[in-house]
């Protein structure tokens, strides 16, 4: 049985009430920040109450953020009207690698392209910050580090549409692609280094490999945790090598 939601507060709880947004949308990013850093795991239960009382809110912009995240696949509603944080099927995770893996590639291609030296400058400074925390840092910083880098070159890329479809992606699959282990970590860093040495030497078409083939290693790994591997996984990865 999935096991209840701890009694640590969710991120950003403490700051619910330092803006003039909507409550239910701050309720709705702070529940959402939560399930991608990984503190509420797939298949584990969201008790609305405990929610409502780490945030220091009613149980109705709890209710409300909840279904907002259900529609948008973070959460699924049981039939007996429990919710559980939702959990992807080999074939559904593969899916969305197959098509984030394209689209780190364009957006690789394009920053590559545009060169914009400001943007770059400040992935740099996250590149140096998360092979730090790479040695030392805990599973919640793998995460953030490694969102900041993608957000940034996602930024880089400069195509809002593209930026857009990219955004509502990575925090889909955000836990697919955080590493789990600090071994792991050091490689994602290094893979990091690699596609951003393409953009900065303006080598569209390296960048765009070394990004696609960044997600499909990352996504591979996380199947291979699951279980073995499955056969699309590998022959695709098999491909993206052999191109190179």
Do not use: C
Not at 9 to 31: E, M, W
Not at 134 to 150: K, M
Not at 205 to 221: D, I, N
Request: charged share 25%; hydrophobic share 45%.
């Amino acid at each position: 049985m999935p096991p209840d939601t701890a009694s640590a507060p969710a991120p950003d709880a403490a700051r619910l009430g330092d803006t003039y947004s909507p409550l239910r949308d701050l309720v709705t990013q702070s529940l959402r920040q939560a399930i991608v850093r990984g503190r509420y795991r797939p298949g584990e239960r969201l008790i609305e109450e405990r929610i409502a009382a780490e945030l220091g809110v009613s149980r109705n912009p709890v209710r409300e953020a909840i279904r907002a995240l259900a529609s948008e696949g973070f959460i699924e509603v049981t039939p007996r009207r429990s919710a559980v944080v939702a959990s992807l099927s080999n074939a559904d995770a593969w899916e969305m690698v197959e098509v984030r893996a394209n689209l780190e590639g364009l957006n690789a291609r394009l920053a590559a392209r545009r060169h914009q030296p400001g943007v770059i400058d400040r992935i740099k400074s996250v590149l140096s910050e998360g092979r730090a925390k790479a040695a030392t840092g805990t599973p919640e910083e793998f995460v953030e580090f490694n969102n900041r880098f993608h957000d940034l070159l996602a930024e880089a890329g400069n195509n809002r549409v593209l930026g857009d479809i990219m955004r509502t992606l990575r925090e889909r699959t955000a836990h697919l692609f955080a590493p789990r282990s600090l071994k792991q970590a050091v490689t994602n860093w290094e893979e990091h280094a690699d596609i951003l040495e393409a953009i900065v030497a303006g080598d569209e078409e390296m960048a765009a490999l070394l990004a696609s083939r960044h997600v499909l290693h990352a996504g591979r790994t996380f199947l291979a945790e699951r279980e073995p591997a499955p056969e699309q996984a590998s022959a695709a990865l098999s491909a993206v090598k052999a191109s190179s």
